[in-house]
């Protein structure tokens, strides 16, 4: 196991890029640039923070989040591998919802400097894969999960980079980029089949969504006056979460409260997207953020006609 003197020993970068023991004792990364700060535990190689210099803090965090082995941090970025929710494997009935990785002990293999960026790379085994993620912490946050097949036989898994994001007020967010595209709604576990139409994704209750789209989406929070830009690649799947009052009540690690400052947006495969990999070989699937103040431009705006 790599001890924070190993790990500032090797992979400290100066005031840029230290370690040091978090929530619960857990070691994090934390970065320091030009470009933005931000912070990462080995702990589920765990994103928690990242605030791009200009603008308020991206991700969001719940302050009830617990920091212990076996329990995912509640906010940031979770990585949701082998497989997605409750899509475990039928000879495991009682693993753990989101697969074994977001809470297990990554190492960081790599560290570096690239301008004002800051690139970090956590890898973990979990047989018949090899992981490695990297994070690129600047004026964009790139993480990008690559999963190989070191088996001589062919493997399929699930993925979601189950990205929280903090918002002003959810009632008042919309999210475009989804038009069109087909959604598994999996609220109270329904699992009935929609198209999003000709207008962007609102919020009015409990919205827990499986789109089957290859497309970035933009989040319009006119409560923080900004739009967060969710690029992606590798990824088919995108799922939109936000608890509500009543699912929220019943997570200990969710404040009662804090449902209406946050979304998650998730790059991830799914179910039908589910990927297949040969032996030795390789896919990754990634997520980009880029943060803009409202009112500019943004790459998925929708030109909606007015007839
Ligand atoms: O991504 C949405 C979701 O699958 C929801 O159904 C909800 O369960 C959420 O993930 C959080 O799951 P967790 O196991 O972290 O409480």
Not at 39 to 54: F, I, K, N, Q
Not at 174 to 199: C, F, K, M, P, S
Request: one cysteine or more; proline letters at 5%; glycine letters at 12%.
């Amino acid at each position: 196991m790599q001890t924070l003197d190993d790990l500032n020993a090797r992979f400290a970068l100066e005031d840029a890029l230290v370690f040091e023991a978090g929530g619960g004792g857990l070691l994090r990364a934390v970065v320091r640039t030009r470009a933005c700060t931000g912070e990462a535990y080995l702990h589920g190689a765990h994103v928690t923070r990242w605030r791009p210099s200009g603008h308020d803090e991206v991700l969001w965090l719940s302050s009830l989040a617990e920091y212990r082995a076996g329990k995912a941090i509640r906010g940031g970025i979770p990585i949701c591998f082998p497989w997605f929710a409750g899509h475990k494997p039928a000879d495991q009935p009682d693993a753990p919802s989101h697969g074994l990785v977001r809470t297990a002990l990554w190492r960081v293999d790599a560290a570096a400097r690239d301008g004002d960026d800051i690139v970090l790379t956590f890898a973990t085994d979990l047989p018949p894969y090899t992981l490695r993620y990297t994070v690129r912490f600047g004026t964009a946050l790139d993480y990008a999960l690559a999963v190989t097949n070191a088996s001589a036989t062919p493997a399929a898994f699930e993925v979601a980079l189950h990205s929280y994001f903090s918002v002003g007020e959810i009632k008042r967010v919309e999210v475009a980029g989804l038009l069109g595209a087909a959604y598994e709604n999996t609220v109270g576990g329904a699992g009935t089949r929609h198209t999003q139409g000709d207008a962007p994704l609102t919020f009015a209750g409990e919205t827990d969504f499986i789109y089957a789209t290859t497309a970035g989406c933009t989040i319009h929070d006119p409560g923080l006056s900004r739009t967060i830009e969710v690029d992606k690649r590798g990824s088919a799947s995108t799922v939109v979460w936000n608890p509500w009052a009543g699912k929220a009540r019943t997570m200990g690690d969710f404040g009662d409260d804090a449902w209406p400052g946050m979304l998650c947006v998730e790059p991830g495969n799914i179910a039908p997207n589910a990927v297949r990999l040969g032996p030795g070989r390789s896919h990754t699937t990634a997520g980009r953020l880029r943060v803009q103040t409202a009112g500019k431009a943004d790459s998925h705006s929708e030109v909606v006609v007015s007839h």
